[in-house]
């Protein structure tokens, strides 16, 4: 399942532009404000008019948490992925009513369920300022006083676009530097389940499945957005296809892919390849472990960490996919050669001949990138990311806006205090399992006489400390959470929350490692825009940028593929997931929910259930709408399979794929096997 990797601070890394001359005819996420019209028409006779791009632009829908979703109704229905929406299902559940496991269908308006922190984003618009960013940023300073230059910049036009519209108002970097665009985002906050399979449906062959083709999953959820109490009023939402897309047959795929990093020079490849992901890789398998252990304990402690679980696990895989492209020498030497070929160019042209320093520049950071990789203190917990969020919150709001840390700007604020002031429940044992491993992780890594491994410590074992902080903080009550907010500098320096003590003993180390790591990012974000300018010199005008977490539109065709001597055909039916379950003696993962066995017999089964498409995807496409010509909703992305691990770093449309839920098994399952005729009689009206 393609999951978002934005919060992968060991993976997160600069983009800039792949070389257009490079690009394959279904290569590409492309901005909504530069389509590809050239090559849509010559590869697919298809020329997307302004109307067409517009529409699919405010129908498609971003998850703020991560995930992709689209408007498919008028009034509010959004459909997104069932492991998008695990996280809202399960701080929805209580250990009498399981919606993960079990499922939901609401019966009426009045039984739809209110997510407690759900943030869905609708882009509304896009502009260029490019200029005024650069602008701010003098030729004389140092890295340091050019990245806060630019932060004050962005946070400037931020904030006037807020001001002017009321609208969610992000400046994006595009082509490492070369270019900014302002996003402007509608956003609902009032969001509720309306429906939604059982994770046996959805997740059909667990973890041996994912990553595979032929699928045969109902990754399905859908949500309702409100307003004023009542049905948003939608405008722009998909229609729904009588029919679904045909093998061959054009798709287009409007969604938010998370990050690629297809225009990294060889440097910054090998440090990635040599050291972020198998850093991150080894922090995974032991979060994998200490989850499991967790959840052998109870059904309820399986219930609790089954989401934590399913995420480490997922992402374990992907990493493990991606490490093993990047492994591969042909695609180094491949990559080396095309490198050394505009090097060349570069060099021999006396106008161009200074661009060359940028990849040189480039390569100086890459041992100081490594050096910050491992005995970092942001701990991936929830007691101890509030207690950070917190702290620092009260002594960035001393500052003004433009100087402070981005998330912490006065146009985010609405944003982030959504989330910092969820009701969501917060499980101490869980949070215990998962500070009490990483702060071992953190002991081995600095090794247990480090001064602030010491401090951290406390004299007590990692376990210990960890149950100590949790168990005496305060922190789960959102109402201490609003009070130190609301008391600033003075209520955290006098909190005697041990959660708040120890991230404040820890604050000099996490902005020392933050300044430097900014600072880094910096030099190459200017480095990379100096090489995107050569590029551009050299080979022609730009092709797209890397995925920043936006909206793009990707395309391709539905079609099958050949792997190990086999072909693969490009379906999957009703009848093809309950014949995978025979053959697996319907034995676990390998069990579909009774509601599917007992409906069978009604169910077409010759209903198309998963397909793929050449679609250029990664992490954070998971729920974008899949459309035809007619811009009819004919599919759900939910996957890719192993060989499409690489698009991170490079797209190959011979066996990478994208896998969607089929139009037609959603509304056959509807219909069949869950009751719910009234709910899908709404899709598309």
Same mark, same amino acid.
């Given at each position: 399942?393609?999951?978002?990797?934005?919060?992968?601070?060991?993976?997160?890394?600069?983009?800039?532009?792949?070389?257009?001359?490079?690009?394959?005819?279904?290569?590409?996420?492309?901005?909504?404000?530069?389509?590809? $019209?050239?090559?849509?028409?010559?590869?697919?006779?298809?020329?997307?008019?302004?109307?067409?791009?517009?529409?699919?632009?405010?129908?498609?829908?971003?998850?703020?948490?991560?995930?992709?979703?689209?408007?498919?109704?008028?009034?509010?229905?959004?459909?997104?992925?069932?492991?998008?929406?695990?996280?809202?299902?399960?701080?929805?559940?209580?250990?009498?009513?399981?919606?993960?496991?079990?499922?939901?269908?609401?019966?009426?308006?009045?039984?739809?369920?209110?997510?407690?922190?759900?943030?869905?984003?609708?882009?509304?618009?896009?502009?260029?300022?490019?200029?005024?960013?650069?602008?701010?940023?003098?030729?004389?300073?140092?890295?340091?006083?050019? $990245?806060?230059?630019?932060?004050?910049?962005?946070?400037?036009?931020?904030?006037?676009?807020?001001?002017?519209?009321?609208?969610?108002?992000?400046?994006?970097?595009?082509?490492?530097?070369?270019?900014?665009?302002?996003?402007?985002?509608?956003?609902?906050?009032?969001?509720?389940?309306?429906?939604?399979?059982?994770?046996?449906?959805?997740?059909?062959?667990?973890?041996?499945?994912?990553?595979?083709?032929?699928?045969?999953?109902?990754?399905?959820?859908?949500? =309702?957005?409100?307003?004023?109490?009542?049905?948003?009023?939608?405008?722009?939402?998909?229609?729904?296809?009588?029919?679904?897309?045909?093998? !061959?047959?054009?798709? &287009?795929?409007? !969604?938010?892919?998370?990050?690629?990093?297809?225009?990294?020079?060889?440097?910054?490849?090998?440090?990635?390849?040599?050291?972020?992901?198998?850093?991150?890789?080894?922090?995974?398998?032991?979060?994998?472990? +200490?989850?499991?252990?967790?959840?052998?304990?109870?059904?309820? $402690?399986?219930?609790?960490?089954?989401?934590?679980?399913?995420?480490?696990?997922?992402?374990?895989?992907?990493?493990?996919?991606?490490?093993?492209?990047?492994?591969?020498?042909?695609?180094?030497?491949?990559?080396?050669?095309?490198?050394?070929?505009?090097?060349?160019?570069?060099?021999?042209?006396?106008?161009?001949?200074?661009?060359?320093?940028?990849?040189?520049?480039?390569?100086?950071?890459?041992?100081?990138?490594?050096?910050?990789?491992?005995?970092?203190?942001?701990?991936?917990?929830?007691?101890?990311?509030?207690?950070?969020?917190?702290?620092?919150?009260?002594?960035?709001?001393?500052?003004?806006?433009?100087?402070?840390?981005?998330?912490?700007?006065?146009?985010? =604020?609405?944003?982030?205090?959504?989330?910092?002031?969820?009701?969501?429940?917060?499980?101490?044992?869980?949070?215990?399992?998962?500070?009490?491993?990483?702060?071992?992780?953190?002991?081995?890594?600095?090794?247990?006489?480090?001064?602030?491994?010491?401090?951290?410590?406390?004299?007590?074992?990692?376990?210990?400390?960890?149950?100590?902080?949790?168990?005496?903080?305060?922190?789960?009550?959102?109402?201490? =959470?609003?009070?130190?907010?609301?008391?600033?500098?003075?209520?955290?320096?006098?909190?005697?929350?041990?959660?708040?003590?120890?991230?404040?003993?820890?604050?000099?180390?996490?902005?020392?490692?933050?300044?430097?790591?900014?600072?880094?990012?910096?030099?190459?974000?200017?480095?990379?825009?100096?090489?995107?300018?050569? =590029?551009?010199?050299?080979?022609?005008?730009?092709?797209?940028?890397?995925?920043?977490?936006?909206?793009?539109?990707? &395309?391709?065709?539905?079609?099958?593929?050949?792997?190990?001597?086999?072909?693969?055909?490009?379906?999957?039916?009703?009848?093809?997931?309950?014949? $995978?379950?025979?053959?697996?003696?319907?034995?676990?993962?390998?069990?579909?929910?009774?509601?599917?066995?007992?409906?069978?017999?009604?169910?077409?089964?010759?209903?198309?259930?998963?397909?793929?498409?050449?679609?250029?995807?990664?992490?954070?496409?998971?729920?974008?709408?899949?459309?035809?010509? +007619? !811009?009819?909703?004919?599919?759900?992305?939910?996957?890719?399979?192993?060989?499409?691990?690489?698009?991170?770093?490079?797209?190959?449309?011979?066996?990478?794929?994208?896998?969607?839920?089929?139009?037609?098994?959603?509304?056959?399952?509807?219909?069949?096997?869950?009751?719910?005729?009234?709910?899908?009689?709404?899709?598309?009206?």
């Amino acid at each position: 399942m393609t999951r978002s990797f934005l919060n992968l601070s060991y993976v997160s890394v600069l983009a800039c532009l792949h070389s257009a001359p490079h690009v394959q005819a279904g290569e590409g996420m492309w901005l909504f404000n530069d389509l590809p $019209h050239e090559i849509l028409k010559q590869e697919y006779d298809f020329d997307p008019t302004q109307e067409w791009a517009d529409h699919i632009m405010l129908s498609s829908v971003r998850f703020s948490s991560g995930g992709s979703a689209s408007f498919v109704s008028s009034n509010g229905l959004v459909i997104t992925n069932h492991h998008v929406a695990a996280d809202t299902l399960h701080k929805l559940s209580t250990p009498e009513s399981n919606y993960y496991e079990n499922g939901f269908l609401a019966a009426g308006p009045e039984n739809e369920l209110k997510a407690p922190d759900l943030e869905l984003n609708q882009l509304v618009s896009i502009q260029d300022v490019t200029d005024r960013v650069n602008d701010a940023v003098a030729d004389d300073l140092d890295a340091e006083e050019s $990245h806060k230059a630019r932060r004050a910049a962005m946070s400037v036009i931020e904030q006037e676009s807020l001001d002017e519209t009321g609208l969610r108002s992000d400046v994006i970097t595009l082509f490492g530097g070369a270019k900014y665009h302002l996003y402007r985002y509608k956003k609902y906050t009032d969001v509720r389940l309306v429906w939604a399979p059982e994770s046996s449906a959805a997740f059909f062959g667990g973890d041996m499945d994912n990553f595979e083709f032929p699928r045969y999953n109902m990754d399905v959820t859908m949500f =309702r957005v409100y307003e004023d109490g009542k049905p948003a009023k939608i405008d722009h939402y998909l229609k729904w296809s009588e029919h679904g897309a045909g093998d !061959g047959e054009v798709v &287009f795929v409007s !969604g938010n892919p998370a990050r690629t990093d297809r225009g990294l020079t060889t440097a910054a490849l090998k440090t990635l390849r040599d050291n972020s992901l198998p850093s991150y890789l080894d922090y995974l398998c032991r979060m994998e472990v +200490a989850i499991q252990q967790f959840c052998y304990q109870s059904p309820e $402690h399986q219930r609790r960490g089954q989401d934590e679980l399913f995420g480490i696990q997922n992402s374990r895989k992907a990493i493990t996919g991606m490490l093993v492209g990047l492994q591969n020498p042909k695609f180094l030497a491949e990559k080396t050669t095309r490198e050394e070929e505009l090097l060349a160019k570069v060099r021999a042209n006396p106008e161009l001949e200074h661009y060359a320093e940028a990849w040189q520049e480039v390569a100086d950071v890459q041992p100081e990138k490594r050096a910050l990789l491992n005995g970092g203190v942001d701990f991936r917990e929830r007691y101890y990311e509030i207690a950070k969020e917190l702290v620092l919150m009260a002594q960035e709001d001393q500052k003004p806006s433009e100087d402070r840390l981005r998330e912490f700007s006065d146009s985010g =604020r609405e944003s982030l205090e959504h989330e910092l002031f969820s009701p969501a429940t917060i499980y101490d044992d869980l949070e215990v399992a998962k500070l009490s491993s990483q702060l071992s992780m953190f002991v081995e890594q600095r090794g247990g006489d480090d001064p602030l491994v010491v401090t951290a410590l406390d004299g007590k074992n990692p376990f210990e400390r960890a149950a100590q902080l949790i168990g005496e903080s305060q922190l789960n009550r959102v109402e201490y =959470r609003r009070e130190l907010a609301e008391g600033g500098v003075e209520a955290i320096k006098s909190s005697q929350d041990p959660m708040i003590q120890f991230f404040r003993s820890l604050e000099k180390e996490y902005r020392a490692r933050r300044k430097k790591k900014e600072s880094l990012e910096e030099i190459e974000r200017q480095a990379y825009s100096q090489i995107e300018e050569a =590029r551009v010199a050299v080979e022609g005008t730009s092709g797209y940028p890397d995925a920043t977490f936006t909206l793009r539109l990707s &395309f391709g065709v539905v079609k099958g593929y050949e792997e190990d001597g086999r072909d693969v055909p490009p379906w999957t039916t009703f009848a093809g997931a309950f014949a $995978h379950q025979a053959a697996h003696e319907a034995k676990k993962p390998w069990i579909l929910p009774p509601s599917w066995n007992e409906a069978k017999s009604r169910i077409d089964l010759k209903t198309p259930l998963n397909f793929v498409s050449t679609a250029d995807i990664i992490g954070g496409n998971s729920g974008s709408p899949v459309v035809n010509r +007619a !811009g009819e909703f004919v599919g759900i992305i939910f996957d890719g399979n192993i060989q499409s691990l690489t698009a991170d770093y490079m797209y190959d449309d011979a066996v990478s794929r994208a896998v969607s839920v089929h139009s037609s098994g959603i509304r056959e399952a509807l219909r069949s096997i869950y009751n719910a005729e009234e709910l899908a009689d709404q899709l598309g009206k």
